[in-house]
């Protein structure tokens, strides 16, 4: 069973930064394609960006050249590392693989925008 931890959230600034992580149980990590996904009160969930089993990151307009994304297989890890942050981006953080799973949504890490 296949499960992901989101962590590293919290309240910044406008023009912050926050680097979250997500933590994958089971060694079958490496070959997922994961992504990152996000909702704000009221919106649906969206995905904000994808990174392969080869490392190769996508992310959707709104965060390029802001966001970046990385995995490190050996410690069963992806993060986000998030610049620049604004409001807009206030949301709760979720991990998952790309295209997501259902039943492998975590609960996710809260990140507030504001000042």
């Known amino acids: 069973q296949v499960q992901f931890v989101e962590s590293g959230g919290g309240l910044v600034q406008p023009g912050g930064s926050l680097r979250l992580s997500c933590a994958a149980s089971g060694s079958i990590f490496r070959i997922f394609h994961m992504g990152w996904y996000r909702q704000a009160p009221g919106k649906q969930r969206e995905l904000v960006a994808t990174?392969?089993?080869?490392?190769?990151?996508n992310y959707v307009d709104s965060v390029k050249g802001r966001f970046t994304i990385s995995r490190d297989n050996a410690k069963n890890t992806m993060y986000l590392q998030m610049n620049s942050l604004k409001p807009e981006d206030s949301a709760v953080y979720y991990c998952?693989?790309?295209?997501?799973?259902?039943?492998?949504w975590g609960q996710g890490t809260q990140v507030t925008v504001s000042s």
């Open positions: 998952n693989t790309s295209p997501a799973m259902s039943n492998y």
């Open positions: 990174i392969t089993n080869g490392a190769n990151p």
